[in-house]
């Protein structure tokens, strides 16, 4: 997909971050582009910020925990651009980041996947895996689960969807100066009260604040796009974290011996 040009762009946690410098960057590309957020006001600055130079950049609340919301933004899309582009850790803290990390990317395909191949253009697909989708560590459990969930499912997606010219990208940053590290901003009181946060929050609270721009972010989304990339990389110096993992599971694997030939071949 290398001209993006008046196609469609749905951004969930579009109103901060690294969702925000993805819609900016794919309507300055002359992309049409919905935010998604849960939250109002950070979403209607970032509306208010963008629409001046940038007519085509709509909004929406929506909530990616609840499939029936992210349905109903999706035809809101279609309505809005016509289908251009439419198709130790508590148990409470396992829910909330499954059902955002996971179940809101679950959402989002299922909402978009059969208006993409309705209109029958082809599209593109980016589900915000991490580095995380590839790394585990302490503390990390419940988000590196979420994570390594993306990435399956977008290595899956991406067969899939290849007959029917949708691409799909697995975006895996390493740290990026977000306000990720106050996301509990937005725990749901159904969780019941948030967990206290970790020994580890402020240590990754700061290589947060000393992270990559979202912006720097956004601009290897749209170059992955473009050359229809599986995974978009953002953090060299992570690269020997991921030989190690893959190194490690090779070694282990040679011990069974040779494969036999015929499955090899
Ligand atoms: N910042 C990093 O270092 C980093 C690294 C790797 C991956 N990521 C991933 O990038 C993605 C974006 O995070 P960010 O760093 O931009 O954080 P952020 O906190 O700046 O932005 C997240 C946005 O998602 C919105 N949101 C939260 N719950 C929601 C819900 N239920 N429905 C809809 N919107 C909701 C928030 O209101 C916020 O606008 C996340 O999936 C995160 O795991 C971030």
Redesign the pocket.
Same mark, same amino acid.
């Given at each position: 997909m290398n001209d993006l040009a008046g196609k469609t762009a749905f951004v969930?946690?579009g /109103?901060?971050?690294?969702?925000l410098a993805m819609g900016r960057a794919f309507a300055e590309a002359g992309m049409r582009v919905m935010l998604?957020?849960?939250?109002p006001k950070?979403l209607q600055h970032a509306l208010e910020a963008l629409q001046g130079n940038l007519p085509e950049v709509r909004g929406v609340l929506?909530?990616?925990?609840d499939y029936d919301a992210v349905e109903r933004a999706a035809h809101m899309t279609v309505k809005a651009f016509g289908n251009a582009g439419a198709d130790n850790i508590s148990l409470q803290d396992w829910r909330w980041v499954i059902d955002?990390?996971l179940m809101?990317v679950v959402h989002g395909v299922k909402a978009f996947v059969a208006l993409l191949k309705t209109h029958g253009e082809g599209g593109h697909i980016v589900n915000?895996a991490?580095? /995380?989708g590839f790394l585990s560590g302490t503390g990390f459990g419940a988000y590196t689960a979420s994570k390594f969930a993306v990435v399956g499912i977008s290595e899956a997606l991406a067969t899939e969807l290849e007959p029917h010219g949708i691409g799909v990208s697995i975006l895996c940053?390493?740290?990026?100066a977000?306000?990720?590290s106050?996301?509990r901003r937005?725990w749901p009181k159904e969780y019941g009260a948030p967990p206290p946060k970790g020994p580890l929050s402020e240590q990754f609270a700061e290589l947060?604040r000393n992270?990559m721009a979202?912006s720097d972010v956004a601009e290897l989304v749209l170059k992955g796009i473009k050359d229809n990339e599986l995974y978009i990389f953002t953090h060299p110096e992570m690269r020997p974290w991921l030989e190690k993992r893959v190194d490690r599971c090779l070694v282990a694997y040679r011990k069974l011996g040779p494969a036999p030939q015929e499955i090899m071949g």
């Open positions: 969930t946690g /109103a901060s971050g690294i969702g998604a957020d849960i939250e950070p929506c909530d990616v925990r955002i990390n809101g915000t991490s580095m /995380a940053p390493g740290w990026v977000t306000c990720i106050e996301s937005n947060i992270g979202p």
